[in-house]
């Protein structure tokens, strides 16, 4: 057996004697170097995320606070109540939330992994990491097809008002 056959087939330490080379120690220099960093950038998109969550908040609270004055909005071809665009302001809020829990939950998780060394803590970076990637997808994916279907819609709308 020679040795590349002899490390694919025992764990690390029995091979190396649990010690790392000095090639391994600086690459684990760079990980943690990267990982504090994009650990930071979340959490500033957090914050980013978490102002504008209350922004929405407070521009649907508006909508809804000038609903009586405003009425309806006929300019726009049919009779639509004002109050259903602050509705619309607060469901997006509400939506907003989970891709800033998953940011906050990688960041902390970054943080940890740098600090304590924890296998665990890289574990949970990566799978909120990858949470917040899978609903960033899901939510283009329906953003675009609602766009799609908006079209025909508007323009079934802009023709029926001429």
């Known amino acids: 057996m020679n040795v590349s056959e002899e490390t694919q087939t025992q764990p690390y330490t029995e091979v190396t004697g649990g010690k790392f080379t000095e090639d391994e120690l ?90 304590s060394n924890s296998n665990e803590a890289v574990v949970d970076f990566l799978k909120n990491n990858k949470s917040f990637w899978k609903f960033c997808g899901i939510f283009t994916i329906v953003s675009i097809a609602l766009c799609l279907l908006m079209v025909p819609i508007i323009a079934i709308i802009g023709i029926a008002s001429v």
């Open 26 to 115: 600086q690459q684990m220099d760079y990980a943690r170097a990267y990982l504090y960093s994009i650990g930071r950038w979340m959490k500033f998109f957090f914050v980013l995320l978490i102002i504008c969550i209350a922004f929405m908040v407070m521009g649907g609270l508006i909508m809804f606070a000038t609903s009586p004055m405003i009425g309806n909005l006929p300019d726009v071809g049919f009779n639509m109540p004002f109050w259903l665009f602050g509705v619309l302001y607060l469901v997006c809020a509400v939506v907003y939330i989970f891709p800033a829990l998953y940011l906050k939950r990688a960041s902390n998780a970054a943080d940890l992994a740098i600090h």
